[in-house]
């Protein structure tokens, strides 16, 4: 049999009634970027980011309708919150507010809580601020995982040193473990220097699948290195995960604030708690003389934080130790535990503990020597 075309997928869908009963998901152009490859079929359905939930139904009935099609190994329809100008999507009434811990989003079993660390740009250090706040946090004795959202350059495999691939069982893969915290990335499936040339409804897809398709066990808390950006992944992601809470990365740049600005209004929108700002290369400290240079300035973040009424959680320095244990595979928070700058993330680690459980609440504590 010939592989069906993006017209039969179009025409099965416009079976399926919209939200108001009446006309088909097609003719209302909540339908985008139907992807047909191979027997896999692909395709976003918009919808208004206060019914994402509450649509679940007509995403499943989709994908059913798809299916019928025959000749079809996998149907994957994914929910976006992005409409294009002039979509007819029907308005809806506001839903309820969601409580903090994310309400009716669907939770990954065994993990008791979600965080992100974002940034409204690239380039700021997200992902060394990932992987060491996870494993400070792993440090005081929680079970912790670490998920590479970041499907265009996924970083974590190099940064913790691990070369192998992920064991699949069923349609469920196995996670890497790298210094006592289970990993999935997508650096793990693909070559390292192989381009991710996907578009957004793959790209969401992926990061579904490597959320709740891995046999991440039990763990207290699940920290989730997102792409950089306020894109429709991350928003599609703050939207279907119940996030505990967001930690925003940005160095001191007015440039890099601004983007960093555009990360926190965007949780803010989805009603995700945000947990702090950090400061990531606030001074260069000159690795033989120890001189400090204020090289992106100092202190943005901080003032910005003040500005908007959220917390600061610290300042991490330019540090040639960071980098090139980053880069070794060694995050310095693991290869040297009792170091300075293994000091300052076990410090944020502290306050991102202690803004998840509220200051009153038992926690772990990490121990300073």
Known sequence: MSEVTNKEVLAQLSKVKGPDLKSDIVSLGMVENVLVNEGKVIFSINVPADRAQELE??????????????????VTAVLTAERRPGSAAPAAKPAP??????????????????????????????????VNLALAISSTGLKVGLLDADI??????????????????????????????KVMSMGFLVEEETPMIWRG???????????????????????VDMPPGTGDAQLTMSQQVPLAGAVIVSTPQDIALIDARKGLNMFKKVEVPILGLIENMST???????????????GGARSEAQRLGVPFL??????????????????????????????????????VLSKLEGVSGERPQIVFE
């Not at 139904?57 to 996998?74: C, F, Q, T, Y």
């Not at 989003?105 to 700021?124: E, L, R």
């Not at 960071?322 to 076990?346: C, F, M, Q, W």
């Open 57 to 74: 139904p007509l995403r499943e009935a989709a994908e059913k309708a798809v299916s019928e099609l025959g000749n079809i190994e996998k």
């Open 97 to 130: 507010t969601p409580p903090q811990a994310g309400g009716g989003k669907t939770g990954v079993p065994g993990i008791k809580k979600i965080i992100a660390v974002a940034s409204g740009k690239g380039g700021v250090g997200k992902s060394t601020t990932s």
């Open 152 to 181: 265009y350059g996924p970083s974590m495999p190099r940064m913790l040193g691990l070369k192998e691939k992920p064991t699949v069982e069923g349609k469920i893969l196995s996670p890497l473990e790298g210094y006592g915290i």
């Open 201 to 223: 409804p793959m790209v969401i897809s992926a990061l579904t699948q490597m959320l709740r398709e891995v046999a991440w066990g039990e763990l207290d808390l699940l920290v």
């Open 284 to 298: 260069f400290i000159c690795p033989k003389c120890g001189e400090q240079s204020d090289i992106f300035g100092h």
């Open 314 to 351: 610290g300042e991490v320095p330019l540090h040639m130790d960071i980098r090139t244990n980053s880069d070794g595979g060694t995050p310095v928070t693991a290869s040297n535990p009792e170091g300075p700058h293994a000091l300052i993330y076990k410090q944020i680690a502290n306050e």
